[in-house]
């Protein structure tokens, strides 16, 4: 049996005596961990059902926070699929949710998925439109680790406008916020990306700094999967400097 099966069957069973014991708000909840289990597995529709189960019960019980975070989960499975008018529909659901719960969190966090989609469907001034609004809010009310996802996005965006400097920016401002935490595996992934930036533009002395560096802070921290990294850097070390 697989892990996930052996989660599906313990959450099976905590669901039968939540509803013994008639505890909607455990029920709920335990619809919410086996819809992530299904998803895991990628059994979409059984995770489709439990959220929609969820939204059910949280709309009895007046649960507007747990409804708003089941149409985000609804939405990244239909973003897992890549089905971006179903996944920007669940978004923009979380986002009425929060708004009407005056939550500038909660917004900022849908404005952050909202973009998201647009930028895969190729719509950019809505996309970073969205980013810019996502930034706004979490200045407002001090979510400075919440940029960190918003940054990295609208970095996304402009590498695929080829906007360089641009995109550099948004990965500087992620990267400091990230210093900032201590967050030493965002940090090292943050210089990976800007190193595959700069392998873009066939920069590629500055791209191997970079790669140097990212892979020097994952060597401190033990790493996982460090190999896959120094064959990455020593594959760009014989073209740049074989070929």
């Given amino acids: 049996m697989s892990d996930t099966n052996e989660f599906i069957e313990l959450y099976k069973a905590d669901l039968s005596k939540a509803k013994k014991a008639n505890e909607l708000p455990r029920i709920s909840a335990i619809y919410k961990k086996m819809a992530v289990a299904y998803a895991e597995a990628q059994q979409w529709d059984k995770a489709l059902e439990y959220y929609v189960r969820s939204i059910d019960l949280d ?3 007046g649960d507007r926070e747990g409804i708003s975070k089941a149409y985000a ?3 990244n499975l239909f973003y897992a699929r890549q089905e971006w008018d179903k996944a920007l529909m669940f978004y923009t659901k979380e986002m009425k949710v929060e708004e009407f719960r005056h939550n ?3 917004i900022a966090r849908a404005f952050n998925n909202v973009g998201t989609v647009y930028a895969k469907q ?5 996309a970073l439109e969205s980013f ?3 930034i706004q809010l979490k200045n407002e009310i001090g979510d400075i680790k919440g940029k960190i996802s918003t940054y990295d996005n609208m970095a996304l965006v402009f590498d ?3 906007d360089w400097k641009k995109a550099e920016q948004c990965y500087e401002q992620s990267y400091d916020i990230k210093a900032r935490l201590n967050d030493v595996t965002g940090m090292a992934d943050n210089l990976w990306r800007r190193a ?4 873009e533009q066939a920069r590629y002395e500055d791209a191997l700094d970079l790669m140097a560096k990212s892979i020097s802070l994952l060597e401190n921290i033990n790493a996982p ?8 850097f020593n594959e760009l070390l014989r073209v740049v400097y074989t070929d």
């Fill in 59 to 61: 709309e009895q019980l």
């Fill in 73 to 75: 989960c609804i939405g």
């Fill in 104 to 106: 500038r969190k909660g």
């Fill in 122 to 126: 190729g719509q950019v001034e809505k």
């Fill in 132 to 134: 810019g609004r996502s």
């Fill in 160 to 162: 695929m406008l080829k």
């Fill in 196 to 199: 595959k930036l700069h392998q």
């Fill in 225 to 232: 999967n460090l190999d896959k990294y120094r064959r990455a």
